[in-house]
């Protein structure tokens, strides 16, 4: 797991002691401000109890809002029921609802499972992105437990279905593998998981020794993605199966036409890898003499055919994962949320911190912070209960914010003035 260090929170400067004066009259100074304060409430106290009324009433309306969006979830209107689902994977994605959901988790388990069912395309694929977030939401408890079960049939009917619509497979292979690695509790549910992943990236021609597959790019990079997370919680028993014969199959979509899908496959590869490392199981045969040599290629790419972006990419991510094949030593990297961050050490972190990131976007950071679940997977301990003065004092000013910039990209100019100029001597 991630190693994590939590920034220390200091309050304001210690109190000053008082001037000498006479029992009396200190005596005296606290009877009136006694009496002062018997008469009728402070400022302070007022604008606090002000605030809390109005976070609370805000909060009910929040909750209002959602209850309507469920209902309008059985709406006969397809625009309504999209719009609701929308609206739905904004709230889950930035909010923690725990709570809330508890107690309505399966009137709105059974009203996704319907639009998985009767929708089509878009809608499908929405309901598929709320059930990973509400199993997300709810934690690896059994009421998680109870959600994935009634979904899995479903999510795999859809995944498995090639008459489907490409975003709609696409969505349910991030969810099957969300789910079961949130609430997963049996080795069977595990392995079939995996097995019906796998064979959604891995079609019999391409473990046959045959080309990569080239239609529906991101449908197979959801399913690899989903498949090298479920790995990060398989037993030793099942992991030596898989190193034995189903790590073989990764190399050829290497050759894919889809960069994401190549990257993809690296970094499993360096994660199956890492695994090995782990059980001390050695895989260095001639599979992996040529698997290296291809890795060479693609960190030293420059075929003019591909995107100048993602052949840059391409490079960066490959020279990290031939440098783990060949010294065993990964890049750290690390992952900073409002006063805290976490190291990234390891193939397995990296490969979870990715998809919980795809999943939540642009809240990861929220619930990095505050959900229970992420943070005992990361291992962050608690959530960290800070009040606003803290909060504040933790704020940099616009200003320094500019001024730190403008610094900064002063020197990146002068530095890289210097390598371009062309009347710099060459030795």
């Given at each position: 797991m991630?190693?994590?260090?939590?920034?220390?929170?200091?309050?304001?400067?210690?109190?000053?002691?008082?001037?000498?004066?006479?029992?009396?009259?200190?005596g005296s100074e606290v009877l009136s401000h006694g009496s002062s304060a018997s008469e009728g409430g402070s400022p302070a106290e007022e604008h606090t109890g002000i605030e809390a009324a109005g976070e609370k009433g805000q909060e009910e309306e929040a909750e209002d809002r959602l209850k309507e969006h469920m209902d309008n979830l059985l709406d006969k209107s397809a625009k309504t029921r999209l719009a609701a689902l929308r609206s739905l994977r904004l709230a889950f994605s930035s909010r923690t609802l725990s709570e809330f959901l508890l107690e309505r988790r399966l009137t709105l388990t059974d009203s996704l499972e319907k639009c998985l069912k009767k929708g089509k395309g878009e809608e499908q694929a929405l309901a598929g992105a709320v059930l990973a977030l509400l199993c997300l939401q709810m934690g690896s408890g059994p009421e998680a437990e109870e959600v994935f079960r009634s979904v899995k049939p479903l999510l795999v009917s859809v995944l498995t279905d090639s008459m489907a619509s490409p975003g709609a497979r696409q969505s349910c292979a991030t969810a099957l593998g969300m789910c079961c690695y949130i609430a997963a509790?049996?080795?069977?549910?595990?392995?079939?998981?995996?097995?019906?992943?796998?064979?959604?990236?891995?079609?019999?021609?391409?473990?046959?020794?045959?080309?990569?597959?080239?239609?529906?790019?991101?449908?197979?990079?959801?399913?690899?993605q989903s498949w090298s997370l479920l790995l990060t919680i398989c037993p030793s028993s099942h992991i030596k199966s898989i190193l034995d014969n189903a790590w073989l199959r990764l190399p050829p979509l290497l050759a894919s036409s889809n960069v994401a899908l190549r990257i993809?496959?690296?970094?499993?590869?360096?994660?199956?890898?890492?695994?090995?490392?782990?059980?001390?199981?050695?895989?260095?045969?001639?599979?992996?003499?040529?698997?290296?040599?291809?890795?060479?290629?693609?960190?030293?790419?420059?075929?003019?055919?591909?995107?100048?972006?993602?052949r840059r990419k391409q490079r960066s991510i490959f020279r990290d994962i031939l440098h783990f094949i060949e010294s065993c030593e990964y890049q750290e990297e690390t992952i900073r949320f409002g006063l805290e961050c976490m190291y990234l050490d390891s193939w397995a972190c990296q490969r979870t911190y990715q998809v919980f990131k795809e999943v939540l976007s642009s809240g990861i950071c929220h619930h990095l912070q505050n959900n229970e679940l992420l943070r005992e997977i990361f291992g962050l301990g608690p959530p960290l209960v800070l009040d606003a003065a803290a909060l504040k004092a933790s704020k940099v000013s616009r200003f320094k914010k500019h001024l730190y910039n403008s610094a900064a990209f002063k020197a990146r100019t002068k530095a890289r003035s210097r390598m371009r100029d062309k009347r710099a001597d060459v030795l």
């Amino acid at each position: 797991m991630p190693r994590f260090r939590r920034a220390t929170c200091r309050g304001p400067g210690g109190g000053r002691a008082g001037s000498p004066g006479s029992e009396e009259e200190t005596g005296s100074e606290v009877l009136s401000h006694g009496s002062s304060a018997s008469e009728g409430g402070s400022p302070a106290e007022e604008h606090t109890g002000i605030e809390a009324a109005g976070e609370k009433g805000q909060e009910e309306e929040a909750e209002d809002r959602l209850k309507e969006h469920m209902d309008n979830l059985l709406d006969k209107s397809a625009k309504t029921r999209l719009a609701a689902l929308r609206s739905l994977r904004l709230a889950f994605s930035s909010r923690t609802l725990s709570e809330f959901l508890l107690e309505r988790r399966l009137t709105l388990t059974d009203s996704l499972e319907k639009c998985l069912k009767k929708g089509k395309g878009e809608e499908q694929a929405l309901a598929g992105a709320v059930l990973a977030l509400l199993c997300l939401q709810m934690g690896s408890g059994p009421e998680a437990e109870e959600v994935f079960r009634s979904v899995k049939p479903l999510l795999v009917s859809v995944l498995t279905d090639s008459m489907a619509s490409p975003g709609a497979r696409q969505s349910c292979a991030t969810a099957l593998g969300m789910c079961c690695y949130i609430a997963a509790a049996d080795l069977e549910d595990l392995v079939s998981c995996l097995s019906c992943l796998e064979s959604i990236f891995s079609p019999p021609s391409t473990s046959e020794g045959g080309s990569a597959p080239s239609q529906h790019g991101p449908l197979h990079c959801s399913a690899l993605q989903s498949w090298s997370l479920l790995l990060t919680i398989c037993p030793s028993s099942h992991i030596k199966s898989i190193l034995d014969n189903a790590w073989l199959r990764l190399p050829p979509l290497l050759a894919s036409s889809n960069v994401a899908l190549r990257i993809l496959a690296g970094e499993t590869v360096a994660l199956v890898f890492e695994l090995a490392q782990d059980m001390e199981v050695d895989l260095c045969h001639q599979d992996t003499v040529f698997l290296c040599a291809q890795l060479r290629v693609l960190a030293t790419e420059s075929n003019k055919y591909r995107a100048k972006m993602d052949r840059r990419k391409q490079r960066s991510i490959f020279r990290d994962i031939l440098h783990f094949i060949e010294s065993c030593e990964y890049q750290e990297e690390t992952i900073r949320f409002g006063l805290e961050c976490m190291y990234l050490d390891s193939w397995a972190c990296q490969r979870t911190y990715q998809v919980f990131k795809e999943v939540l976007s642009s809240g990861i950071c929220h619930h990095l912070q505050n959900n229970e679940l992420l943070r005992e997977i990361f291992g962050l301990g608690p959530p960290l209960v800070l009040d606003a003065a803290a909060l504040k004092a933790s704020k940099v000013s616009r200003f320094k914010k500019h001024l730190y910039n403008s610094a900064a990209f002063k020197a990146r100019t002068k530095a890289r003035s210097r390598m371009r100029d062309k009347r710099a001597d060459v030795l």
